[in-house]
């Protein structure tokens, strides 16, 4: 009989173990944008580069801009890959539609690196989501 020991992974299912926050992808574009030193009120941002007053065209029921005919204004579209990249964190697709993001503990690494990596998290994790931020350790199946 034959046992096998750590993470399984094939071509089409890989296992995870991430410590981090649930999240969806739509509550993580404001808090990345933040993070950026941009404004993370909104997922919006201007679409045609025509010198005009978009909030006033806005007002006036307009869509596209009537010089180049292009949107206004158009929804930020940012992968979750390209903003935990630019952040520097993991993340793994859970069951749900939750996205889990944090850092990946990986099988074999010693007692003292995977403490050291706990606490970087940890402070990292509550500058980019707050203090009262529930961090826990999500681990599952991801397939391809």
């Known amino acids: 009989m034959k046992i096998r020991n750590g993470f399984v992974s094939n071509s089409s299912s890989s296992s995870f173990c991430i410590m981090g926050v649930a999240i969806s992808e739509s509550e ?7 993070a950026m030193g941009k404004d993370g009120s909104s997922t919006i941002k201007p679409g045609c580069r025509c010198d005009i007053d978009r909030d006033a065209m806005k007002e006036q029921g307009y ?3 009537p010089k180049c005919r292009k949107d206004i204004f158009v929804e930020i579209e ?3 890959y390209e903003m ?3 952040l520097e964190l993991d993340y793994a697709y859970g069951e749900s539609s939750d996205v889990y993001v944090g850092f ?3 099988s074999g690494t010693g007692v003292e690196s995977v403490i050291k990596k706990l606490k ?4 990292k994790l509550k500058e980019l989501f707050g ?3 529930i961090i826990s350790v999500h681990s599952g199946v991801t397939y391809n």
């Open 78 to 80: 940012t992968e979750i």
């Open 131 to 133: 203090n009262d931020v």
């Open 28 to 34: 993580l574009l404001p808090l990345y944008l933040k």
């Open 63 to 65: 869509d596209f801009c």
């Open 104 to 106: 990946s503990l990986e």
């Open 120 to 123: 970087d998290a940890e402070k």
């Open 84 to 86: 935990c990249e630019e």
